[in-house]
């Protein structure tokens, strides 16, 4: 199966099961909050965030192996992945002890950390190591499944995940409309991922009869790969940054403010959390793909496939940041009620990080495939810019001055610093190639956004208490809307679109059998 396929099938699944489930989660989100409360749902999403934290011991060593696993897939050395999937066992290993043991130390200060709350202690460290237990699965029973990343098989992970996720959520909602049971709700958790472990390993042996589950020369094989253990420290410092990011503002949130506001904030997030997941699932695969592109060393297509998807992806972050500015309201009022409808400002800080996030897309995927993670400093500094911006505004301005935090610390580091870092270490030419490539793009969204305001206020009607379907047909006129002209604008100023263009006409005409 060629790379293309691959990444096309990768693709297909995970955008498969990732609708079902976001439609699901939405729907049980309303149910969890209207039967077990703000405070509950606010409680395991801030434990949720601290097991976060807690998974930064991973020190990224899934991130280094990826890189480490290109090349000797793509010469099919069964040996040498053999070797390297063992030193992934024996570090993941000695991270899941680490954190079990931290887990256990800051569990000890949760009498004082949640002393105001209205919850037993009893359920809160119920809940936290039911959490904690699912977490470890993944360091002592599914390391092995990195392969199937790195091997462009996401999709058999995705398959299974989401079947387990989407029928967990199910029985939860049924349990919590007929018994309204916490621990219940909690024990459904982590039987499903005892079960999800066990199913998992068991497909990765079928699907890798030659790969050595338990193997025996692990002392050794840690000093074979100091190379690896370079990568390890250097994507460390970026994990930390990513936690940062996102991680720390639920705690923040519940330090600064209180645990209704985390569910609040919760809510905008889970709509941007799922639909950036979602995006993933379209690109699942890609990054892999990346990774073997560049093994082959042809830099003339590493260069053309890496505008083709500069300009998808922008196309992708304009569309959806454009429609959700125009619609999200409205959702949130229809979904759970307009006392979950947070200021203009929130959701606009929202969509920035959004549209962020998607445009570096692009440049993180191949920064990670050239290996390039030296740039240790670059992460701390945007850790720093985070954590400060967010606690100086957020005490000053609540969850805006949180969000906000994260917003600055994205557009120095990922906008800024990020594509010169790439360009200069990895494709090795000038980064205002970049900008000048760029330019004609921002130049077309800029010009989408002012015509598609226009249009919305003087031709669409725009009622604040709309019914559901008025808003799905708003909605979509909306987005035709948008398509209409940031789509034309994007396709008469970037060739590289026009390429993409011209690679969907081939493929629905292969697929359809058009002629």
Known sequence: MSRVSKSLKNAKVGVFFFTISIFLQFFSRKIFLDELGDSFIGLES?????????????LGIGTAIGFTLYKPIFDKNHTEINRIIALLGVLYKKIGLAILMVGIIISLFFPLIFAKTEFSLVLIYFVFYALLISTLLAYFVNYHSSLFGADQKGYIIQKYFQS?????????????????NFYLYIILELIFSIGYSIILRQKIKSTYPWLIINFE?????????????????????????????????????????NLQSVALFGNYFLVFSKLNSLIMMA??????????????????NVNKVFWELVSIQFFIAGFFSL???????????????????????????????FFMMQVTAT????????????????????????????????????????????????????????????????FEKSVFIYWKGLTPILLSFALSCLLINFCVDHFLSNNYHMSFINWVLYSIKVSLLIIFIYGTLLYIFNKSFRIFWTRVKTLLKKTFDLN
């Open 46 to 58: 801030t434990l949720r965030s601290i097991l976060g934290f807690l998974n930064l011991a991973e």
């Open 164 to 180: 387990f996720h989407i029928t967990r959520v199910i029985l939860q909602v049924i349990v919590v409309l007929y018994y309204k």
């Open 217 to 257: 020369d692990k002392s050794s094989v840690v000093k074979e790969y100091p190379e690896v253990i370079k990568k390890v420290k250097q994507v460390f410092f970026h994990k930390i940054s990513q936690f940062l990011k996102s991680g720390t503002d639920n705690i923040l949130i519940f330090a600064l403010i």
């Open 283 to 300: 690109f699942a695969g890609t990054g892999s793909a990346v990774g073997n592109l560049i093994a082959e060393d042809d830099k003339d």
């Open 323 to 353: 429609a959700l500015y125009y619609t999200m309201d409205h959702l949130i009022l229809l979904w759970l009620g307009e006392e979950y409808v947070l200021s203009r400002i929130i959701l606009i800080l929202f969509i920035s990080n």
């Open 363 to 426: 440049i993180n995927r191949f920064k990670n495939a050239y290996g390039l993670y030296a740039d240790i400093w670059a992460a701390v500094l945007e850790a720093i810019i985070n954590l400060l911006v967010s606690l100086i505004l957020g005490s000053l301005f609540g969850i805006p001055g949180i969000v906000a935090g994260t917003v600055s610390s994205l557009f120095i580091i990922g906008i800024i610093w990020k594509p010169y870092y790439l360009f200069k270490h990895g």
